[in-house]
């Protein structure tokens, strides 16, 4: 069966977040850390099997593993080990802040781990720090090194651009991507529940770096049936790629593909819908079937859109909830 709803989206792709938990402090995400109620624990692998052996009944073949900082969780090479071995999943997917990323490279690779995001805010060591809260971008760009060595077929990064922030730096990340083979990828600042000042004073809109990227020769590539929301362009004299990944652009949710699920086994059908759907009984009592039906139920309900351009934020009171 395939899982689709009323306007005729298919969902091939699921986004599953195993932790709310972050060890970063961005100031666009999380700048006072994790508050005081934040779940410290996640589903378990016997709740995630269910989870994803329903899926992939569905008709699912791409696992993207989400936090929160999901190499926060001692289990993670188990999870994405778990999540490969689910007849019917093609692709398994990581995104993370990478402060294990050069210990565990290697390991995330034997354990079955196909492509990896990894959050990079800045080039430049200060300004990530401003950003991140953290000294971290010489670990963050030798575990990507070590990634490309361990063979993990798809490296990308992900900048949220911020207008008085890390805008500035178009150039640098531009220079990086002539001697690296990897996608860069700059995301527009979403506002949430509790962003709405920094929004207003750092929201750049994608446009105008598409713009930018056409004038000078860059092209846009074809997007895959499992693609995230990227528009991806390529140009001759540059190793790397460049993503843009615009949700206030015209029409960003007419090829919704994906759904997620929160680490505290709630379905969102979208990123800023209102609250979840608990299907974590369900995912205890290992009923597949009944999984299967209640995914395939909610999914009916799925908007159209998801109203950021009115400044709708659903609940999403910050992107850590559910990994963005």
């Known amino acids: 069966m395939e899982l689709q709803d009323t306007f005729g989206r298919k969902f091939k792709y699921l986004r599953l977040s195993i932790t709310e938990l972050c060890n970063f402090r961005c100031n666009y995400c999380l700048p006072n850390g994790n508050d005081c109620d934040t779940p410290t624990t996640g589903l378990s692998l016997h709740q995630i099997s269910t989870l994803v052996s329903a899926f992939a009944r569905m008709g699912t073949t791409k696992i993207r593993i989400t936090g929160g900082e999901p190499a926060l969780r001692k289990d993670l090479c188990d999870i994405i080990a778990l999540c490969k071995q689910t007849e019917g999943i093609e692709k398994v997917a990581l995104t993370t802040n990478a402060f294990r990323l050069n210990k565990d490279a290697q390991k995330y690779k034997d354990a079955g781990l196909d ?116 528009q991806e362009f390529t140009h001759s004299d540059y190793l790397g790629n460049i993503g843009l990944i615009m949700p206030y652009s015209k029409d960003f949710c007419d090829t919704c593909n994906r759904l997620r699920v929160s680490s505290q086994g709630k379905l969102h059908l979208c990123l800023f819908a209102d609250e979840g759907q608990d299907i974590l009984p369900l995912l205890e009592s290992g009923d597949i079937d009944a999984t299967v039906e209640a995914i395939s139920r909610h999914v009916q309900t799925k908007k159209g859109t998801h109203f950021l351009q009115d400044g709708y934020t659903g609940a999403t009171k910050q992107l850590a909830m559910l990994g963005g």
């Open 115 to 230: 492509a990896l995001n990894v959050s990079a805010d800045s080039l430049d060591p200060r300004m990530f720090a401003a950003i991140t809260g953290k000294q971290k971008l010489e670990d963050i760009l030798e575990g990507v090194d070590a990634a490309i060595q361990a063979g993990i077929q798809t490296v990308k990064f992900n900048t949220v651009m911020l207008k008085q922030f890390n805008y500035k730096e178009l150039n640098s990340f531009f220079e990086y991507l002539k001697q690296h083979p990897v996608t860069w990828r700059f995301i527009e600042l979403m506002q949430t529940g509790d962003n709405k000042s920094f929004f207003a004073h750092n929201h750049v809109a994608g446009e105008s770096i598409k713009e930018l990227l056409l004038e000078n020769g860059w092209e846009r590539i074809i997007r895959g049936k499992d693609a995230g929301p990227a």
